[in-house]
Structures are given as C-alpha cells and as structure tokens.
C-alpha cells in the first residue's frame, strides 16, 4: 500500500532534549517536505527536499533541521526543542515537486514542556 | 507569509445543500490544490487546478480559478455527513514551496 509512514505518533518530551521525527515514504517519490500546524495559522511548511541531498528552507525552519540521505526517508530533528515547537507536524511527499498532488502521513504530536 | 486564506472560517449546513468555499491568494501561481482534513488526521487531496485551467470537475466536488481575481473556490454539491472536514487550499508560485491557507471548517448535519 502506498504510504507516507510517521514516527512517533505522539511524544511528549522536554526542553533542550534532542529528538528526530521520521518519515518515510514507499512511493518512490522525489519531492518530501514537513508542516506543522497549529489552531489558526493553518500549515506552515518547515522544509522541503526537492531530492536526496537537496534540502531547501520553507517558511518556518528556525530551530529544525532535516536530512535527505536516501529518497525513501526525510526525517525532521528538534536539536533543542522549546515549548513554542509544540505543534501537530505533518510530512508529505509528491512524485517530483510542490506542483503535483501531496500524499500526506497521519501525523506527530508534539508536546514540549 | 500567508499566501493562501479561505472564507469562510467556517460553514454549517444540513445534509443534501451545496457548500462554497473561498480561497484567494496574493501573488501568481502555477497551480492551486484543495485538501481535505479529517479531525487531526493527514490531509487528503481532493483536486489541482493548473494557472491556465478555469474549471475543473471531480465527482461532486467543482473548483473554479480566476487568476484576474487570485481567487478560488471549492463547491461540494449535493454534501453528506461524511463531508464533515476542514478544508484547505494551497498554492505553488515558487517550485517546492507550497503554500498553505488556514482552512474553511465544514460541518454536515444529518
């Protein structure tokens, strides 16, 4: 079955205490890319891989980071995570771009405390 | 930035009625998409409409693109419960960044 597979689902952690989301994709897909979201401010793209070993800045990667070291994976690492990253994130891939249909994981749920 | 918002915020109407929503942009896309959002979980594509495409049709659901008016709207005809979502619109200018509007709450009563 085609599927974008997050991990965790839920994790709830601390302050300053490293922690990477995965992602993984079994569609073959060139294009991934992570969101959050949060209540009002809709999805907001963090980063995105047009390809393996090409990462590029969305609109909010201030204290994310993301690797593209095979084309199946995308994870998304919080170095020093702070309560403000507590959010609901999202990773998405498409067959080659932002210009084609999205197919999205079941989600993260991120609390900070 | 914020490039794509919908109208309304959100919309209750009664199983069997039409529901429209809005979406308008600021600068120029390639295309446009609409997603559906079930309760927290992943979004679902519904529909893409390409920048030169005026209309486009997929079972019940109708998208219009004016790019004179950087607008777009959604319409579900004939809705049903299950048609209970939230629902997005998202827009590409630049090649791999896709923009994400904050979404039209749909509610169908039975």
């Known amino acids: 079955e085609a599927q974008v597979t997050q991990n965790p689902r839920y994790l709830i952690t601390v302050t300053g205490k490293k922690l990477t989301v995965t992602c993984s994709q079994n569609?073959?897909?060139?294009?991934m890319s992570w969101y959050r979201q949060d209540p009002g401010l809709g999805l907001r793209q963090i980063y995105y891989s047009m390809n393996v070993e090409v990462t590029d800045k969305g609109d909010v990667p201030e204290g994310y980071k993301v690797s593209r070291k095979e084309k199946r994976n995308f994870p998304l690492i919080l170095e020093s995570p702070s309560p403000n990253q507590t959010s609901l994130y999202f990773c998405?891939?498409?067959?080659?771009?932002?210009?084609?249909?999205?197919?999205f994981g079941d989600g993260t749920r991120l609390s900070i405390l | 930035s914020q490039q794509g918002e919908e109208d309304p915020q959100a919309l209750s109407i009664q199983e069997g009625e039409n529901a429209t929503m809005n979406c308008s942009y600021k600068t120029s896309i390639n295309n446009l998409q609409w997603y559906r959002q079930n309760s927290g979980r992943g979004l679902v594509h519904l529909i893409l409409?390409?920048?030169?495409?005026r209309e486009k049709h997929s079972g019940r659901l109708r998208v219009t693109l004016d790019t004179s008016k950087k607008s777009s709207s959604l319409l579900i005809t004939a809705s049903r419960a299950a048609d209970t979502a939230s629902y997005f619109c998202?827009?590409?200018?630049?090649?791999?960044?896709?923009?994400f509007g904050q979404g039209t709450e749909l509610s169908v009563k039975p």
């Open positions: 409409i390409r920048s030169n495409e």
């Open positions: 998202a827009t590409d200018a630049t090649q791999g960044k896709l923009i």
């Open positions: 998405a891939s498409s067959l080659d771009g932002s210009n084609q249909p999205q197919h």
């Open positions: 569609m073959n897909h060139e294009y």
